[in-house]
């Protein structure tokens, strides 16, 4: 069994934010909304290893979103933070990798940023996801999300009720181009994979917890496409690693 893949630390506490604990709590990105952490060559190895192996499972595009995957790549080259160096037609990474940056713009994307990307477009009264590459699931499949809208999506989730729902949809109409908006969750998980789908008809597991995971979550909109874009950065880390002021309401403590 391979060693897991952790951060030595989670860098926010949302259980403790007024502004991110009340539902959906966002506040505005400050920097990039790219974030590269002590994680970043284990998290892309990962990545490119569950590419390979399990290609149906962690990425999926609808024929609509192709104006928006190419908008994204521009989007990502641009907000790229430092630890990233042009070469010629390539980026440069922070593990030393160099990704070609021309062919399909899913796979640029996800080869250069740890966040996995998720789009949706305006469909009717809401906005209905059409393409993502997602590695790092908590809980859910791909498979299942695709072509729906947001409320269906959100369905298996108790607390998306009738008040939530029109919250976040609200969120989504009035995101705004370059000002993107993030959010974190927290996760009590016995297991520490990144790799960790799950049905919706699927039992939860009862083990007893040992790692908090969280999901810092961003709401941008690309312009041109009219799409927005979420994107997830995925920390999983020890309950012994948190500060003395996080283990104060942590879920799963």
Request: glycine fraction near 6%; charge should be neutral; hydrophobic fraction near 45%.
């Amino acid at each position: 069994m391979s060693a897991p893949i952790l951060q030595r630390a989670l860098p926010f506490t949302p259980w403790a934010d007024p502004a991110l604990s009340r539902l959906p709590g966002m506040r505005p990105v400050e920097g990039s909304w790219i974030v590269v952490d002590d994680a970043y060559a284990a998290q892309m190895a990962e990545r490119a290893r569950l590419i390979a192996a399990r290609p149906q499972a962690v990425r999926q595009v609808l024929p609509e979103a192709g104006p928006a995957l190419e908008e994204l790549r521009e989007i990502v080259l641009r907000d790229l933070p430092e630890g990233f160096a042009r070469e010629g037609a390539g980026m440069r990474c922070p593990d030393g990798r160099v990704v070609a940056l021309e062919g399909d713009p899913l796979d640029v994307v996800g080869a250069l940023i740890q966040e996995d990307v998720l789009i949706l477009l305006p469909a009717g009264a809401e906005h209905r996801l059409v393409a993502g590459l997602l590695c790092f699931p908590a809980s859910w499949t791909l498979a299942e999300k695709m072509g729906r809208p947001l409320t269906a999506i959100h369905r298996p989730v108790p607390v998306y009720d009738s008040d939530l729902a029109p919250r976040v949809q609200r969120l989504f109409d009035r995101a705004q181009p370059g000002r993107p908006l993030w959010r974190a969750n927290a996760l009590a998980y016995a297991d520490p994979a990144l790799h960790q789908p799950r049905r919706e008809a699927d039992p939860r597991q009862d083990a007893a917890p040992r790692y908090l995971r969280s999901e810092r979550q961003t709401v941008l909109r690309l312009p041109q496409s009219d799409a927005v874009l979420f994107a997830v950065h995925t920390y999983v880390v020890p309950f012994d690693r948190l500060t003395p002021a996080q283990r104060e309401g942590c879920p799963g403590l």
